[in-house]
């Protein structure tokens, strides 16, 4: 009855639950245009996630999965469905969840048959990582809506996210985690798991007997893929950002319900990994052309962010492409070579940055 | 169902009365007045003979004298400081009126002078102390308080003997003290002209004004070049001139020195005074917050003697609802710009049909193309802010910058530039007269007019004010664009009488009928409002017929035609609605049609939101404006259509990166020129097939070109 009464008095009075406050790019999260000076290093029609193998990268490009070796990419195999995640496995063997719904092992890239196949009740399957014991991390994002259409589960307020533990020796399959705010990206750290849960804006470890910790919380930003970091620590995407608008309308369920039901989903107002290609999206204050220029600091419809985290899940450092840049949408980072290679999902891009430059230039 | 529910509620009540009434100055004043009438209304329940004419006489009179202390009072809190010694200046000066009456004997209105000098002097001395030497206002009349006191208290001691002893029978004197005309005690009526003089003197004349600039913020008044140290000082004086006044009527009807005189009047003038909502920290009151405070003090002391209540008593009820009114006082002045930013803003239920298509290959009068993109540009950088461009029969180009000129480009190359006029507000539209003057719309000021010499006249600022606005919306608040008629009647535009100019997307949020058009006829000078209830009312142009105008309603998404002239007079008709984008400027195209520019497009996602009042509310009171949902004033496009409301042609920028937004547009010799509000360059492109010798003003003015 209380908890009734101090819910509909923060509801008419914007407290508690119902602030939209967002917290600011600050600290470690100081904006700056480092994904805008990128090297783009491909352009492709889907890019979705990466993998290195070995001297190589594999993009997974749609259906397409594209080995990248020095300079020239080279098509290795094409799968029935899109590629909606992608793993390589420590003994040479390849991961690849197709269209969410369906997990195959490989012994390696170009084998003809998988060794495993995951099906059950998987349906949005979104990232894949080896643990250390051989098993595989597979986070699903949602039991409602497909992989692609993660906005629509954003905007119903999706709680449906899964963690799962595929074992390609035993084909069994084992749930860690359920109720997750879109699980999106998993990495092993020790025994633990670290989660990305997004539409929580927060990163959870989650312990082999499923206890969950909140590692990282208070995002301004959707978290997605993670990836080891060289000399310890993890990389850490972003793919879409949060605005006071969008808390807003998250909050609105009569304009939520109406929106989804009138309006097509390119025009909603949601992140979205791309924006301005229509005049029919959503418009807020600070994005019009004001002397012919928008401002790097309006609210976000699309956003690029890759944040190195410590260690112990605390950020060093972030880059950024802002409000007013192009590589938005960034879904996967991972250390090759000397150099960090991102997909920046929005414009199909895959963009890559020395690493000792950001080390140096950002003194991390 | 629902949806005709939430029609009917938002086309029926008003909401936005709410704000406009709480943003009255007056509201103010509407709780100590409530008060007042509750507790007349409950001591006229509780006691027999309270709205007796005896009873009423006498409480005017108590009334009048404590009223002008608390007019004193009022000026010396309004001025930001405050007055303790009325109670002993008020015994003093009764005292110097009898004295000199019946000690001295003196004549009347030698008294009446006298004492009203005396009681100058004594507030003199705190003016002097306060205002001069700059010592705080509560502990110096703290002191005079005491001093004025005991200086009352000896003389008493000698004096009062022969005053109570001496009985007068004059018959002025008794006049002030007792007399009436027609019922009203004299006391009253001095009161009232007072009162009168005072509302004016504070409200219309220039030192009332100072007085208010003081309390306000006395450094900004210094700042501004009022004499603060002077005007204070003369406050203290005027509490003292008024306090004595009280105290001759106080003199004149009861005639005696008792030593209880004034003890404790600052008390009950200081809680009328801030129970009549006259703010302690100053800068805020006016007269009738004097006297309703006055008057609720009165009524609840009497109405308690009357019930027998114990002296300790009346003074702890005063003393409490002192301390309440102050209470309220402060929570009311911190929270009342607050309280009115949230409620202020009152969306409506705003529904359009789904837009024509514009998207390219779904065919149609809009579909997009990439005609606009290579449009030249004109002052890159130069110039901020062009709403409109206008050209002169010399090729001259003219268009508004925001820094508040009119900058003029000169052909051939339109490279060298030059202000031309410098007005001081954001120019928006702009027409050419038949003697060559430039008629300008300027927001937030008005209609002006340049000559041709580049003199800046103000045509009109000002229309007749409507009966039943709560809000004064004679001066005008977003003048935007205009035409000339051929009997020099001058049609503009005002988008919004709700809002300023920099707050137009406030008034989008709204999609209420917020704006009007508005006559001014250069031959009278006359102003009056032809039409109102517009939805962002913004382009006009005089339609071919001489008697009606075309005008674009921004918000409403349409084009509509009024006749001002003619057997139609008066009609107002739906040229074209349920228009993709936002209608801004209409112009004469070379060929007898209208250029339109469309200021920014439709999103389904704003269109959704104009359905939903509720949630825009909301939106507007939780969400910073930056991160409000707007009308796309990004991209937009120039069309051309016809009277009978047919689009002809279309021309669009897909990319936008030449020229972003496009507000106005002017074809001139075979050129199109392209205006934008939020844009720093002009646009300027060759038009196909077009009139190459089209001057728009020969052309409308019957000139040969």
Redesign the interface.
Known sequence: MIAAISAFANRFLGRGDATITVPSFDGALKPNQLLEQAETLLACDAPEDLAVDGDALLIADGPRLVRLAGSSPAEIRTFERPISALAMLPAGGLAVALGGTEVRVYDDIKAGTPTSVFTGDLNAVNALAHAADGTLIATDGSMVRGFSDWARDLMELGATGRVFQLDPKTRTTKQLASGLGYAFGAVADGGDVLVSESWRHRLIAIAPDGARTTVLGRLPVYPSRLAPAGGGGFWLTAFIARTQLVEFVLRETAFRRRMIAEIEPDYWVVPRLSSGHSFKEPLQGAHIKTMGVMKPWAPPRSYGLVIRLAADGSPRYSLHSRADGVNHGVVAAVEFGRDLVMIAKGPGRVLKLPLASLDEGIGA | MRETLTRLRYRYWPDHLLGEILSKRWTETAVPVILLLIVGFALSQSLEHFLSPSSLADTARQAGEIGFIGLGMGLVVIAGGIDLSVGSMFALTDFCALYLLDVLEWPVPAVIIATMAVGGLLGAVNGLLIGYLRLRAFITTLITLIIYRSAFDLLIQRYSNAIASAFPDIPSWNFIGGGDVLGVPSVALVYIVVAIFGHIFLTRLRPGWHITAIGGSRRSAYNSGIPVRRTIALCYVASGVLTSIGALFFAARLGTVGGDIGVGLEVIVLTATVLGGITLGGGKGSVVKSLVGVLVVLLITNGLTAMNARGGVNRMALASILLAAAMIDIRWQKNRTRIISKVYVAPTYHALPPPPPTEIGQGGPFEQNDKLRNVTLIGLGRI?APEDVILDRNDVLYAGSRHGDIIRFFPPDYESMEVFAHIGGQPLGMAFDRQDNLYVCIGGMGLYRITSDGTVQKATDETNRSLYSVNDDSRLRLADDLDITDDGLIFFSEATVRYEMDEW?VDGLEARGNGRIICYDTKTGATHTALRGLKFPNGVAVASDGESILFAETFGCSIKRYWFAGPRKGAVEIVMDNLPGYPDNINLASDGNYWLALV???????D??WK?PG?RR??A???????????????GCVVKFNEQGKILESFWDLK?VNH??ITSMREHRGYLYLGGI????IGRFKLENADPDFVHYDKRWRKPS
Do not use: H, Q
């Not at chain 2, 009171?621 to 991209?635: C, H």
């Open positions: 901020e997307p920014g497009m439709r999103s389904p996602s704003l959704l939101a939903m949630f909301r939106m009171k939780r969400v910073p404006i930056d991160e409000w949902l707007f009308p796309n004033i990004n991209t936008g972003p937004m939020a844009n720093n360059r």
